[in-house]
């Protein structure tokens, strides 16, 4: 095995996106507001979805910070947000004109009951039309849905490509200093604090809403994470460090999770009291456990059990990005469509599930396979991104 990549880092990215698959399917199910709603809609898996929900995207984020970093390394700041903007924007883009429009189509269908047929409703989505609304909840169009992630990846890239130009050679110095901080009880202690700090003071006044300009409590926390992996990329001791607290930090996640799953079943009657909302900022630093410590044991099984390459890591590599543009426009149409089977849900679900998967890969098989569809779905090299250089050929960020 080669010390100096970390493909365990490649494997979590494959797993945590088709977890995502799981999750866009899981979300027809919930009461939770979403694209298109099952009649079988109810709380039921409402529990698994939170079991993932806290820290799934910010460790993609932190994922991404890593490979940010490892790239600076082999080539200059310049150089690398031109790649990033071509590889991010170009799907970004596609993905809202082309991929996107089918799942606001069928949102408006059932949700304001759109009698329209979709050719009348993309002239309306061109026209940028914003009467699409159900009291003060109006449908902004174009849109990006989940394609949300690749618009902040992208303006996280530029704004950490700047810092660490700025940088310059301070950029290690910092590294090293953070890698020595959080040894011990800090490398769960410190972030935890950091995303409280954030959840305390933002999340009220912010309420996610994936808009970009105005979703300050996301950016608090997504950029820290990705900051985060950026500085941390090549202090191997804290991958160490993660492996050996692999055991702790899965009994943390599952004690938080159990604990939010609880809090968050209190009827809401009994939730509004003074007796329950006392407890309230202890439960949001709770949530804050459950978003870190999941993080750490992903990372840690990760580093123990997954750190090797093959055949298969190389094509899922290649291949989960694709998969993620198409996978919620497959999920949705494919929904709406088998509505008036009246499946159970659990057979539909299962349906749903590995319908969504195989489309994908088949989407992705002809994808690679033509040139000018690549860049539309962001594909390049099937090298690790996560590849550091060796010490001796190690540069540092380059200004």
Request: proline share 5%; aromatic share 16%.
């Amino acid at each position: 095995m080669n010390n100096n990549r970390l493909y365990f880092l490649d494997w979590i990215r494959i797993l945590a996106f088709f977890v995502l698959i799981l999750y866009h399917t899981g979300m027809y199910y919930v009461t939770w507001d979403w694209h298109v709603k099952s009649p079988y809609a109810s709380d039921a898996i409402e529990p698994l979805m939170i079991l993932s929900s806290p820290w799934r995207l910010g460790l993609l984020f932190m994922i991404s910070g890593v490979a940010t970093a490892f790239m600076l390394q082999k080539v200059r700041g310049g150089a690398l947000l031109r790649q990033r903007s071509w590889r991010l924007l170009v799907p970004l883009i596609f993905g809202m004109f082309v991929i996107v429009p089918p799942q606001a189509y069928f949102e408006v269908v059932e949700k304001v009951a759109y009698q329209g047929g979709y050719g009348e409703f993309m002239r309306l989505y061109m026209a940028r039309y914003h009467g699409f609304c159900r009291g003060d909840d109006c449908l902004i169009m174009p849109t990006w849905n989940h394609l949300w992630f690749v618009a902040y990846l992208w303006v996280y890239t530029m704004i950490g490509g700047l810092i660490v130009w700025l940088l310059g050679a301070r950029f290690n110095a910092v590294s090293d200093a953070l890698g020595r901080l959080l040894s011990g009880w800090r490398i769960v202690v410190l972030p935890v604090a950091v995303l409280a700090a954030a959840r305390f003071t933002l999340a009220d006044h912010f309420p996610s809403t994936h808009a970009l300009v105005d979703d300050w409590y996301n950016h608090a926390q997504y950029f820290f994470l990705f900051a985060l992996g950026a500085l941390l990329a090549t202090q191997r001791g804290l991958w160490s460090r993660m492996e050996a607290l692999r055991f702790t930090s899965l009994g943390l996640w599952l004690a938080s999770w159990a604990l939010i799953v609880c809090y968050w079943s209190i009827p809401e009657a009994l939730a509004n009291t003074p007796e329950v909302q006392q407890w309230k900022p202890v439960f949001r630093t709770i949530y804050c456990l459950c978003q870190w410590a999941p993080i750490l044991t992903v990372c840690g099984f990760g580093h123990r059990h997954l750190n090797f390459d093959s055949a298969k890591r190389r094509y899922l590599t290649e291949a989960v990005f694709p998969v993620y543009i198409l996978h919620q426009t497959l999920i949705v149409c494919m929904a709406h469509w088998m509505k008036p089977l009246k499946l159970a849900p659990g057979i539909e679900g299962v349906f749903l599930i590995v319908l969504t998967f195989a489309i994908s890969f088949a989407g992705f098989e002809v994808v690679r396979r033509i040139a000018v569809l690549r860049p539309l779905f962001g594909l390049t090299s099937q090298k690790s991104a996560y590849a550091a250089q060796a010490p001796a050929a190690a540069a540092s960020p380059a200004r």
